[in-house]
């Protein structure tokens, strides 16, 4: 199996374990809680924003621009995608939030109690430091997701960009959370250079299920129940790695000796 087939054998086990820990009853009640606020944003929003938003785009360029050239129909089509997409945004980085902030600590918690007994925990809980992850990254998602508005006008980036940031945020912020309470500086940064692939692919696939309807609002607490599965595994094997060199460096200094 090469590198490639291996890290997205080990996407597809965190997403199968992810739908096995749904039929916990107490998952249920983590996942729904952010997705109710984020749906009653979605709506609030779509009622009282939708068109504002749609006239404050068409009034900026480059949609102004193509006013001019006659095409209102393309640029009102355009703007309409831009206001949608900017509410599902917000929609999303509302849910995304309340799960990394107050679900995910729970979560993790739950399944590594469940799951993971085995797994030493070498990390920080540090509140200051997951809060101010999620933040940042946050503020940086919506910095960029402005600073490309104009690259839609592209051929196929108005639905690339979305999705890549919105894959970009899930990554950097469940990746941290999942492994802050048991990693250590050092196993995180091996564990983030080595997984770098399949930590944005997991993130792209809950990207893509962001966008579809009503599965949307669940996905952030969905995104953080397979990450936790995800880097809780990679970690598992990392140590299981070492212990095995380690052992192997013992025994050969036994034969040795």
């Not at 009034?59 to 995608?81: D, F, H, T, Y």
Request: hydrophobic share 60%.
């Amino acid at each position: 199996m090469n590198r490639a087939s291996r890290a997205m054998h080990e996407v597809s086990l965190a997403l199968l374990r992810s739908v096995k820990a749904l039929a916990r009853s107490r998952v249920w009640g983590l996942i729904l809680a952010p997705a109710l606020v984020a749906l009653v944003v979605c709506v609030a929003l779509s009622l009282f924003a939708l068109e504002y938003l749609i006239g404050t785009f068409l009034e900026q360029p480059p949609l102004s621009w193509i006013i001019g050239w006659g095409a209102l129909w393309l640029a009102k089509l355009l703007a309409a995608l831009g206001g949608w997409l900017l509410i599902l945004a917000a929609s999303y980085v509302t849910a995304m939030l309340l799960a990394a902030l107050f679900v995910m600590p729970v979560l993790l918690e739950h399944l590594a109690t469940e799951d993971y007994p085995d797994l030493a925990r070498r990390g920080r809980d540090s509140l200051v430091a997951a809060t101010w992850n999620s933040l940042s990254a946050v503020l940086l998602f919506v910095a960029g997701w402005l600073l490309t508005l104009p690259l839609w006008l592209v051929p196929g980036l108005a639905l690339l960009l979305p999705v890549g940031w919105m894959a970009w945020l899930t990554r950097r912020t469940f990746a941290y959370d999942a492994l802050t309470l048991h990693a250590s500086d050092d196993e995180w940064r091996r564990l983030r250079r080595q997984h770098a692939f399949p930590l944005l692919a997991l993130g792209v696939i809950m990207a893509l299920l962001a966008h579809l309807p009503l599965l949307g609002v669940l996905t952030p607490t969905l995104a953080a129940l397979a990450y936790t599965h995800y880097c809780l595994e990679a970690l598992r094997r990392l140590r299981q790695q070492a212990d095995a060199a380690l052992s192997g460096v013992a025994s050969a200094a036994k034969e040795e000796w």
